[in-house]
Structure formats: C-alpha cells, structure tokens
C-alpha cells in the first residue's frame, strides 16, 4: 500500500484556520485521498476526500497538489470540538477495501 | 442518522478467559469490518465481511480470534484465551448502502461504531 507522512502533532488557536499537511509520494493513479478524523474515546469518522480537485463540504476543504505528491486539510475555524487525530490515507475508492491507517496527526486545539 | 453499534463498551478480563464483542452496522449495509486498534496507533484490520462470507481475514490471529457474521447482518468477534497483550480497543465498521441508492459521498466511505474498549489483566 502508498503510505503517507503526516507530522505527529500540530497545535492551533480556537477559531483560527488550521492546515494539516500530508505527503503521499508514492500515491498510485486509483488511490482516492481520504481524511478520517478520531475524537478523544470514539471511532474515527470520515472527514472528506478527493482525487485530483480540490474538494470542499460542511466540515473541511481539501487541497490537493497539482502532482498529487501531497494534500492539506483545512479547517476553516478551529473549534475546541476539532481537537482530534486526523487521519491521512490513500484508499482504491471501488471494492469496499480495507483503510490502512498510520499514525495521524494529533491536532491541540489552544482556547 | 444511522449509526454502528457495538457492545459492550469496555471489558475488563483475565488473561485466559474467552471474551466476545458484539457489532450491529448500518442498515443495508453488506460490508463490515472489525479493527483492533494499539494505544497510540492507527486501527489495524483483523477482518472484512462481505455479506456473510469473509473476505480478508489475513491478520486475525486465528489460534485464539474467531468472527461471525452467520446472516450477513450483525457480527461477533471472539477471543480465546485473552491474552496481555489483546489490551485495545476494538472497533466495528460498516459500508456500502445498497447500489444506486448512495451519491459519491457515501460509496466506499466507512462508517465506524464507538469501539469495545479492553483490558485484560
């Protein structure tokens, strides 16, 4: 499977823009990028994803490179109920297979 | 809105004991898959339902874990004999509504219940 790199952690201050970066250079021409994120004791839930256009919907918006090497996640203003471990990961979007997770990154929110 | 249950939500036992985890999916949805996920890390799949056949089972140790999902509609995922290390939190998914009923939204996305927390001592 494409993995993907993601920082370990990253904090940002309530109601401020938060872009969370994910490099994927070994990304294949199917894989879909897909954001989970996992709230403190609950199951992840899906956030948005993409293939090669920038994508936007009620919770994020989803910036992909032109090159689709990397893509950032972006939350437009940062609530307390954000902070969470965001998951990055490269799924064949046919078939119903499996998500391979890593590690993610755990974003802080700052009051 | 829909949601993925699971029960129970933690479980306490002894190393050795034999435990099960219960996990009803999404109505209509045929694809379900139980993760195991190791403080600090990412869910890992143990196995994958389609239907009621398996299709993944790859990493499921299958000395002491076994599944069902005997109608193709809830699942049970065993343990026996629980061992130290099986400490996780064991997490339930489901996907895929029935074809053409779904836009591009909710294909493929996988909708996860609140996880069986364990422990074993």
């Known amino acids: 499977d494409a993995k993907t790199t993601q920082p370990n952690s990253m904090e940002s201050n309530e109601e401020e823009p938060v872009h969370l970066p994910c490099n994927h250079s070994?990304?294949?021409?199917?894989?879909?990028i897909h954001w989970y994120r996992q709230l403190p004791s609950q199951g992840p839930e899906y956030v948005i994803h993409?293939?090669?256009s920038n994508v936007n919907n009620r919770m994020a918006s989803l910036a992909i490179a032109e090159d689709r090497k990397s893509s950032t996640l972006i939350l437009h203003r940062a609530t307390l109920r954000d902070a969470a471990v965001y998951y990055c990961?490269?799924?064949?979007?046919?078939?119903?297979?499996?998500?391979?997770f890593g590690t993610g990154t755990r974003l802080t929110i700052i009051p | 809105e829909a949601e993925v249950a699971q029960s129970p939500r933690y479980k306490i036992t002894e190393k050795s004991q034999a435990v099960a985890f219960w996990c009803d999916p999404i109505?209509?949805?045929?694809?379900l898959y139980w993760y195991r996920q190791i403080l600090g890390q990412g869910p890992e799949l143990l196995v994958q339902?389609?239907?009621?056949?398996?299709?993944?089972d790859s990493q499921l140790p299958k000395d002491r874990f076994s599944a069902e999902r005997l109608k193709g509609v809830d699942s049970t995922l065993k343990i026996q004999p629980a061992e130290l290390g099986d400490s996780a939190m064991y997490l339930c998914?489901?996907?895929?509504?029935?074809?053409?009923?779904?836009?591009?939204?909710?294909?493929?996305?996988?909708?996860f219940g609140p996880g069986t927390r364990l422990l074993v001592l």
């Open positions: 993409g293939l090669t």
């Open positions: 070994t990304i294949s021409g199917t894989d879909y």
């Open positions: 998914a489901s996907s895929s509504p029935a074809s053409g009923t779904s836009g591009e939204r909710d294909r493929e996305t996988q909708y």
């Open positions: 109505s209509g949805h045929a694809t």
């Open positions: 339902f389609q239907d009621e056949s398996v299709v993944d």
């Open positions: 990961i490269l799924h064949y979007n046919f078939g119903n297979e499996k998500l391979t």
